[in-house]
């Protein structure tokens, strides 16, 4: 006798959590995961095989023992990670805050959206010195320049997402005597939620990115500083370790985004 559409539902959401999705997941990286084993293994052999000097290329193995040797590769991380949180905490603030001035007063609009793409145009390399000369030699410019550099993407993708709805929604709720402030919660806010968590997984990475060229342009600690350090010394396993944490800095805060998002978005799940 066939399975009812109750019962296959079930066992496909039985597989979609615990052990299931983890095997799914095992299943769908896979193949990436093994083509990065192959080729590290290929460099290593490689590089050891021509002899290439390791202040040039160093081999995986000797980035690995630097990641895994005790040291202060942990705290540097902390540091940034605290920058690009904070960073990108404050250009959500600011880039959401703008988009709701921009969707209700087209006005101010026309006036500052120009602006605020000659701004993008900006080197970023170029206002980071002038971050520590104003804000110090601390978290604050480091969390200035990561907020600069999330600040963008969120604004764009909020404007649109609260844009999108239609004529005819906008007409139902007035029709219902929605008061400006009921509709922008009940309509436009649901709306542009998943423009918006579209534009955070990108301001995540862009934050990172932010709060180490803020380090690269004086700073005491941080992985720009790591780099910078490493760098003079032609230490490059040193410059690679702190090159990898950054970017597993960038995919955690990918990877916690895309949760907050199935938890709050949850009418746009999969199946």
Request: charged letters at 10%; a positive charge; hydrophobic letters at 60%.
């Amino acid at each position: 006798m066939g399975m009812s559409n109750t019962a296959l539902r079930g066992e496909l959401r039985a597989a979609r959590s615990g052990p299931g999705r983890l095997i799914a997941l095992a299943r769908r990286y896979a193949a990436a995961l093994s083509l990065m084993l192959i080729l590290l293994v290929a460099l290593e052999v490689a590089l050891r095989a021509f002899q290439v000097p390791v202040y040039l290329v160093p081999p995986p193995s000797r980035v690995l023992a630097r990641l895994l040797a005790p040291g202060d590769l942990p705290g540097h991380a902390g540091f940034t990670a605290t920058a690009a949180i904070a960073g990108l905490a404050a250009g959500t603030l600011a880039g959401f805050g703008l988009a709701v001035a921009f969707v209700h007063l087209r006005l101010l609009e026309d006036a500052l959206y120009p602006w605020v793409l000659v701004s993008q145009a900006v080197p970023a390399a170029a206002l980071a010195p002038l971050l520590t000369i104003w804000l110090g030699d601390g978290l604050a410019p480091r969390a200035a320049m990561a907020a600069l550099f999330a600040f963008f993407p969120i604004l764009v993708a909020t404007t649109r997402g609260l844009r999108d709805v239609t004529p005819e929604q906008l007409a139902l709720m007035r029709a219902w005597g929605a008061t400006p402030w009921q509709t922008f919660r009940c309509l436009r806010l649901p709306a542009s939620l998943p423009a918006l968590f579209s534009g955070l997984k990108i301001a995540a990475a862009l934050a990172v990115v932010g709060a180490i060229v803020s380090e690269l342009a004086g700073s005491g600690r941080g992985l720009g500083f790591v780099v910078s350090v490493a760098a003079y010394h032609l230490r490059t396993d040193q410059i690679f370790a702190a090159v990898l944490i950054a970017a597993a800095i960038s995919l955690g805060l990918h990877g916690l985004l895309v949760l907050v998002e199935r938890f709050i978005v949850f009418w746009r799940r999969p199946g």
